[in-house]
């Protein structure tokens, strides 16, 4: 038997988990507090997703993959370099947009601890391949330079939540992009 279908957009009640947990983080969300941002039942929760740590699992899957498919779109650019500025850019006006919460729910949620490694070993793998391509100096230490640019972004979160505006978060990122390596041809 099929069972009742649900009586309401899974998707929307996804977006609208992720927005309560990134206001108020896994901890301090209660499910009362879902059900209410989410439009649903506790039993309708609680059927659709199981529970409030599947719920969170699913919703910051989500959440993670939008922001995978933006670090792609950076990875594109030409140079490391351009790669990191479109990304720093793209992280302070997300991280301030007045349509959002302020900040980045993967950045500063505990439990997301796998999204921030996998972002870090993509950053690396990007800057693995500036130094392929030759716009950055062979001896760069991409790991410290992933591990770098997960901390700044991690600081622009943190900045975002206690009110910071998007230029403050810009000179964040201008600040970041002054240390970083320029290319072998320009020494």
């Avoid at 039993?43 to 670090?71: I, V």
């Avoid at 800057?127 to 062979?138: A, F, I, M, W």
Wanted: glycine share 6%; hydrophobic share 40%; charged share 25%.
């Amino acid at each position: 038997m099929a069972g009742r279908p649900l009586g309401f957009d899974r998707d929307a009640a996804l977006a609208a988990a992720v927005e309560q947990f990134w206001r108020t983080g896994y901890a301090e969300t209660t499910v009362a507090m879902l059900t209410k941002a989410m439009g649903v039942t506790p039993p309708s929760l609680y059927t659709a997703f199981g529970d409030k740590n599947r719920l969170f699992e699913e919703a910051s899957e989500n959440y993670y993959r939008q922001t995978c498919e933006a670090l792609e779109r950076f990875a594109e650019a030409p140079t490391a370099r351009d790669a990191v500025a479109q990304m720093l850019d793209g992280t302070a006006r997300a991280h301030t947009d007045t349509a959002t919460p302020p900040g980045c729910l993967m950045l500063t949620e505990p439990r997301l601890t796998a999204q921030r490694d996998d972002l870090r070993r993509r950053l690396r793998d990007r800057l693995d391949r500036g130094v392929r391509d030759g716009d950055l100096p062979p001896d760069t230490a991409v790991d410290q330079l992933a591990s770098y640019l997960v901390a700044v972004m991690r600081g622009m979160s943190g900045a975002a939540r206690d009110g910071g505006t998007f230029d403050e978060l810009s000179a964040i990122a201008a600040t970041a992009l002054a240390a970083f390596p320029p290319r072998p041809d320009v020494r």
